[in-house]
């Protein structure tokens, strides 16, 4: 079975500093990851995701994500939050045989402070 | 493309009482999936159809939850006898093919209330 851990339900940064959002999944099978962000009464949008190849994968909004195999871990990065940034963010995790039903983190909400 | 629509947005309807949701995919997107989003959770999954064929269904779908996808293009979602516990966010989504690593793309979701 598969789970997702995202560590931290709320994280809260200043405008222009660092934004870290970390996410560790379990799967028994090379996994799927994705990142979504969903702004309030909307659905998800994807932010980024890792299938195979690059680890390192770039995103929509200058946010970022790293999978790392041997921490089963795909945190979600970018350097400097703006204010819209403001949401919350979803990490999941799917895999090629399940039929891309993706198993979601509980979200991590991301305040903006001025 | 226009995305991902559902109808209706929100749905306030009292304890024993029927509704439908509906969902529109993406044109081309051949798979739609359904999920059940509560407040401070992530959606969780509940069931997924490939063209009209409904494929898998969570264990979480009872009874009282059926899903259609006549002609593989709309879906519907209803919920009999709703109970106070059904209350939540209602999501769909599609993705193009059979591959598990294409993107899905969701709808804004319908708002559940049972009162």
């Known amino acids: 079975a598969q789970s997702v851990t995202q560590l931290g339900s709320h994280v809260s940064v200043s405008e222009g500093a660092l934004v870290l959002l970390r996410c560790n999944y379990s799967?028994?099978?090379?996994?799927?990851l994705f990142w979504y962000v969903q702004y309030p009464n909307q659905g998800l949008q994807l932010l980024l995701k890792?299938?195979?190849?690059?680890?390192l994968v770039k995103g929509i909004n200058g946010f970022e994500a790293e999978f790392k195999k041997s921490e089963t871990s795909f945190h979600l990065t970018k350097p400097s939050a703006h204010m819209s940034d403001a949401a919350e963010y979803f990490c999941?995790?799917?895999?090629?045989?399940?039929?891309?039903?993706?198993?979601f983190g509980d979200g991590t909400t991301l305040t903006v402070k001025p | 493309d226009t995305g991902v629509s559902q109808d209706p947005r929100h749905k306030i309807t009292k304890r024993g009482q029927n509704v439908t949701f509906r969902c529109d995919p993406i044109?081309?997107?051949?798979?739609l999936y359904w999920y059940r989003q509560t407040l401070g959770q992530g959606p969780e999954f509940l069931t997924y159809?490939?063209?009209?064929?409904?494929?898998?269904k969570s264990r979480l779908l009872s009874d009282r939850f059926s899903a259609e996808r006549p002609k593989g293009s709309f879906s519907t979602l209803e919920i009999q006898r709703t109970e106070q516990g059904d209350s939540a966010m209602y999501l769909c989504?599609?993705?193009?093919?059979?591959?598990?690593?294409?993107?899905?793309?969701f709808g804004p979701g319908t708002r559940l209330t049972v009162t």
């Open positions: 044109s081309e997107h051949n798979r």
């Open positions: 799967s028994s099978v090379p996994p799927y």
């Open positions: 989504a599609s993705s193009l093919g059979g591959d598990s690593s294409y993107e899905q793309y």
């Open positions: 159809f490939q063209n009209e064929a409904q494929l898998e």
């Open positions: 890792y299938t195979t190849g690059a680890t």
């Open positions: 999941a995790v799917s895999y090629n045989t399940n039929a891309g039903k993706s198993t």
